[in-house]
């Protein structure tokens, strides 16, 4: 016992988690925890529970033994049903996939939560950007290799990976604070900057209220393509079956309200790993 827990400490110290395997371990216990595990930090818990409930016309307490996996799966439909639309979205030019910047925002917020009380999340927050996409497009060349996914999705998928790390390498060293260059960025430095730059206060003598919206805007655009386009996507099998699986092991008896989903809209497919 205090081996274990001597490679536990020892892996929470370290500055860097690059290794594909200790990545790979990381995120399949990130997915298979309950989300209960985040009802200890409400408002942001309680507030993801409660849309998704409405939303998607379902029935989650807070003794729900539903998985950090297919919360993901769900908000990646929340893109199909305009019960997710922001506020004048048609307005501020956002595309349908905005829907799940909100809820993108708060899993994000929860995660880092969750680092001060849990080592293998803290372990979540250290792995290194460029570690972790290179194990993702790892994952998915050998799933091509294998078969098991056509050439459109492979090249569809590691298109976004590689546009969400350099979107993530230009969003981190926008920053003159941090002086760090790309090797060194971590995913948890990627997400504090968002929860960071989304909570500044705006100081009508400093700066421009556009700029204001621009920065808060970018912020959540950055975790939605982080939770979407980088854990959702390419780590989850995911399907319409799959989606209505989970819709008909909670939702609402009776039905009074069926929800309409347009697919076409949503994130879906994709997951060329993690069974």
Known sequence: MSKELDRLEKRATQKFVTDHEDIDRIIRYLFSLPFTAFTRYSPGYDCLRNDLCKGFNISMDRKTNISMEDVLILIGYEPGTPFFDPPDRGKMGFTKSFNAAGHSYIFADLIVSLSHNDIHIKEFTKIGLNAYTDYITEKVKAEYRDKLIPYTAHSNILNKVDEFRRASVEYVQGDQKTGHDECTITLGELIGQALS???????????????????TIGSYVMLNRFIMDSLRMPLIRSDR???QEIITKYRNIPVEYPVRIDYEKCFEHGGIILK
Do not use: I
Not at 197 to 215: G, I, K, M, T
């Open 197 to 215: 730059r989304s909570r500044r206060r705006w100081n009508c003598a400093d700066v421009l209220l556009d700029e204001y919206c621009a920065e």
């Open 241 to 243: 079956e799959r989606f």
